[in-house]
């Protein structure tokens, strides 16, 4: 009984030892180019998915407005494009470098799939609640205390909605053109007025 007792006691020790001597050995991966540590995509994964369905922020909102996407646009310019993309435009140094590597909203050569016809695509909870609480450990930032709710919903809907752009929305993209509509905020400051969902 004694021995079983040893055994499981240095069994308990050994464990947490070995884990620490991994850490310091100098060869667990801490460089962004590096591979991810041994079970690193699991936990993550099943924490944010944990997560989610504990929390369910879900603002129950109609899809978005082509002056929703507007705005979302030039938030996204500002505060997102460096990381996430812009249409045709390659990868900046910044999204290259980053473990992990910031999804890309846009593929070079896509070309938008709007149809005018077609209702824009309704808020997607998970990019809503990642927008506003940021990822940790990831780079993805959270925006709840620099933008308000409403430019977070705007946002988020302009990422559901990137793959068919109103043309509006793209030529804010592009830094083209400023919606007359939204002419008084064209300075790009976050001074505007997100259009409230009705
Ligand atoms: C400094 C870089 C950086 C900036 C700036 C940034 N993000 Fe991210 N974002 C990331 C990274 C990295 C991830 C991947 C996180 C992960 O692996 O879970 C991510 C993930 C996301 C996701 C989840 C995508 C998915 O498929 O799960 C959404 C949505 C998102 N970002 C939206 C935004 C929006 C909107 C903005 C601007 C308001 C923004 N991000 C700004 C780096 C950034």
Redesign the pocket.
């Known amino acids: 009984m004694r021995k079983y007792l040893i055994v499981f006691i240095a069994g308990v020790l050994l464990v947490p030892a070995a884990i620490y001597l991994y850490f310091r050995s100098g060869y667990a991966p801490v460089a962004t180019s590096a591979s991810p540590l041994p079970f690193e995509r699991f936990f993550?994964k099943l924490a944010?998915r944990a997560t989610l369905s504990r929390e369910e922020a879900k603002p129950q909102v109609p899809p978005p407005t082509e002056a929703d996407l507007v705005s979302g646009a030039r938030?996204?310019r500002e505060?997102?494009a460096?990381?996430?993309g812009l249409p045709n435009q390659p990868q900046s140094a910044?999204?290259a470098g980053?473990y992990?590597?910031?999804?890309q909203f846009f593929r070079t050569g896509e070309t938008s799939s709007f149809d005018p016809g077609h209702p824009f695509r309704p808020l997607d909870p998970?990019?809503f609640w990642?927008?506003k609480n940021g990822?940790r450990l990831?780079?993805?930032?959270g925006?709840k205390d620099s933008?308000t709710e409403q430019q977070i919903l705007a946002?988020?809907e302009?990422?559901s909605n990137a793959r068919a752009l109103p043309p509006s929305a793209v030529s804010v993209l592009e830094g083209k053109s400023e919606n007359p509509v939204h002419a008084e905020s064209s300075s790009g400051s976050r001074s505007f007025q997100v259009p409230n969902h009705k």
């Open positions: 993550a944010m938030l996204y505060d997102c460096v990381c996430h910044i999204a980053m992990p590597h910031p999804p998970k990019a990642k927008v990822v990831t780079g993805m930032p925006f933008l946002v988020s302009f990422v």
